[in-house]
């Protein structure tokens, strides 16, 4: 005879019973549906935390089976906040689109739909907190902005579960998904020095207080460090915005320093231009973005993922009714894949 479980498993219909209402009202209040009031969803939440309810794993995982067998019906919307001066320049890059893309099938997925929403003179944070409010939108996704940064001081972030790509978003500090720009940028080094390359330069950007330079520049050294690189290249750091003598200042530092490859963080084209170089015929190049980097060669950052666990990141905070600002600060990286391509030739054949 199996000795008796102390502490048994609290129902669906237990927790229903002391409330007044039906099992399936509280399942789908668990789930945070918005199909139950926020104020109901609310006390059913707290009442089965007192009870002591555990979801049951392998129900779960049958109940995710069974509705992946057909797709979920749609029945609210997460927010992609889109603050650029030029809001159209966003998903020109062809990264962010991607974000966008993976954010958005993942999101259809679960029974939500991704919809962008601007900042601009008409639609302020205060406004497009109404509409979310209108709206019972509860999810956010913040993807990478320009340099123009919006006025958040007094939108309420303790009301939403967010989450950011990438650094370059300074306020609010919420979860992020980002590239693991340290560890791409170690592997595209060892990558280039595979093809037979030692004199590698590196083109990033002008300071550790750029949120996107310090990473790139950690990998490069360590890269180097490790490795081993021949007369240890200066690196090439780019203002923002860059001053009127950046074109000659390249072309000094190639005059110097003859690297046999670059390996670049920016879109380089104007600098190879005004020192007349070619791009395979006088330098080879490598970039940390293929896709926006301007060359064939160097690393996919596998955007598409990127925004796929950037919405899975956002969702876990909304069922988990975790809202605002975090006091601990999570960050997931997403690594990337080496491409080969014509931009740099294997120089070992």
Same mark, same amino acid.
Request: charged share 25%; aromatic share 8%; net charge neutral.
């Given at each position: 005879?199996?000795?008796?479980?102390?502490?048994?498993?609290?129902?669906?219909?237990?927790?229903?019973?002391?409330?007044?209402?039906?099992?399936?009202?509280?399942?789908?209040?668990?789930?945070?549906?918005?199909?139950?009031?926020?104020?109901?969803?609310?006390?059913?939440?707290?009442?089965?935390?007192?009870?002591?309810?555990?979801?049951?794993?392998?129900?779960?995982?049958?109940?995710? =089976?069974?509705?992946?067998?057909?797709?979920?019906?749609?029945?609210?919307?997460?927010?992609?906040?889109?603050? @650029?001066?030029?809001?159209?320049?966003?998903?020109?890059?062809?990264?962010?689109? %991607?974000?966008?893309?993976?954010?958005?099938?993942?999101?259809?997925?679960?029974?939500?739909?991704?919809?962008?929403?601007?900042?601009?003179?008409?639609?302020?944070?205060?406004? %497009?907190?109404?509409?979310?409010?209108?709206?019972?939108?509860?999810?956010?996704?913040?993807?990478?902005?320009?340099?123009?940064?919006?006025? @958040?001081?007094?939108?309420? @972030?303790?009301?939403?579960?967010?989450?950011?790509?990438?650094?370059?978003?300074?306020?609010?500090?919420?979860?992020?998904?980002?590239?693991?720009?340290?560890?791409?940028?170690?592997?595209?080094?060892?990558?280039?020095?595979?093809?037979? =390359?030692?004199?590698?330069?590196?083109?990033?950007?002008?300071?550790?207080?750029?949120?996107?330079?310090?990473?790139?520049?950690?990998?490069?050294?360590?890269?180097?460090?490790?490795?081993?690189?021949?007369?240890?290249?200066?690196?090439?750091?780019?203002?923002?915005?860059?001053?009127?003598? %950046?074109?000659?200042?390249?072309?000094?530092?190639?005059?110097?320093?003859?690297?046999?490859?670059?390996?670049?963080?920016?879109?380089?084209?104007?600098?190879?231009?005004?020192?007349?170089?070619?791009?395979?015929?006088?330098?080879?190049?490598?970039?940390?973005?293929?896709?926006?980097?301007?060359?064939?060669?160097?690393?996919?950052?596998?955007?598409?993922?990127?925004?796929?666990?950037?919405?899975?990141? %956002?969702?876990?905070?909304?069922?988990?009714?975790?809202?605002?600002?975090?006091?601990?600060?999570?960050?997931?990286?997403?690594?990337?894949? @080496?491409?080969?391509?014509?931009?740099?030739?294997?120089?070992?054949?």
């Amino acid at each position: 005879m199996e000795p008796e479980d102390p502490n048994p498993r609290v129902s669906l219909r237990q927790i229903a019973t002391r409330l007044g209402v039906s099992h399936v009202t509280v399942s789908i209040a668990l789930r945070d549906s918005p199909r139950v009031s926020a104020a109901l969803r609310e006390k059913i939440k707290k009442t089965a935390e007192e009870m002591g309810y555990r979801p049951d794993p392998m129900l779960h995982a049958l109940a995710a =089976y069974r509705t992946g067998k057909s797709p979920p019906a749609i029945h609210s919307a997460i927010a992609w906040i889109n603050a @650029w001066q030029r809001p159209e320049e966003l998903r020109g890059y062809r990264e962010f689109d %991607l974000y966008w893309k993976g954010a958005s099938k993942c999101a259809a997925k679960f029974g939500y739909r991704l919809e962008e929403f601007r900042i601009d003179k008409q639609m302020n944070p205060h406004r %497009l907190h109404q509409i979310f409010q209108a709206r019972n939108i509860r999810g956010i996704l913040l993807p990478p902005h320009g340099p123009y940064q919006p006025d @958040w001081k007094d939108f309420p @972030w303790e009301e939403y579960s967010v989450a950011r790509f990438g650094r370059s978003l300074k306020f609010p500090s919420a979860h992020l998904v980002t590239a693991d720009q340290l560890t791409n940028t170690f592997v595209a080094v060892s990558k280039m020095r595979e093809r037979g =390359y030692r004199r590698i330069g590196l083109v990033t950007f002008e300071t550790d207080l750029d949120p996107r330079g310090p990473h790139f520049t950690a990998g490069f050294l360590s890269a180097r460090e490790l490795l081993g690189d021949a007369g240890s290249l200066p690196i090439f750091r780019i203002e923002e915005p860059a001053t009127k003598d %950046l074109g000659d200042r390249f072309h000094e530092w190639m005059k110097r320093e003859k690297p046999d490859a670059l390996l670049s963080t920016v879109e380089h084209k104007i600098l190879l231009h005004h020192a007349g170089l070619r791009v395979p015929e006088d330098i080879a190049v490598a970039a940390t973005s293929i896709l926006d980097g301007g060359v064939d060669s160097g690393m996919d950052q596998n955007a598409e993922e990127i925004g796929r666990v950037g919405f899975l990141l %956002l969702n876990s905070l909304i069922n988990d009714g975790s809202r605002g600002i975090p006091t601990i600060f999570r960050q997931i990286l997403v690594e990337g894949s @080496w491409v080969d391509g014509t931009s740099l030739p294997d120089r070992r054949h």
